[in-house]
């Protein structure tokens, strides 16, 4: 099973990856996605960043959020 760790190690990883993961979006966040390998699954989908991403429950939600802007 993923973990948030393993997310933060991809990079760049698809919303179904960081959802298995744990990740979830944070409510009227905007970020930019593009079309790329995800660091995960290994698949061509749609990226965005580890840090664009809430991890709730782990000690990498504080260290993502230190690069978000609201």
Do not use: N
Not at 17 to 28: F, H, L, S, T
């Amino acid at each position: 099973m993923a973990t948030a760790e393993d997310a933060k190690d991809a990079c760049y990883i698809c919303g179904d990856c960081a959802e298995a993961a744990g990740g979830a979006w944070p409510e009227g966040h905007v970020a930019t996605w593009h079309e790329g390998t995800c660091g995960m699954c290994h698949q061509p989908k749609m990226l965005t960043a580890f840090d664009d991403w809430t991890w709730p429950g782990t000690e990498l939600d504080e260290e993502a959020s230190f690069t978000r802007e609201f």
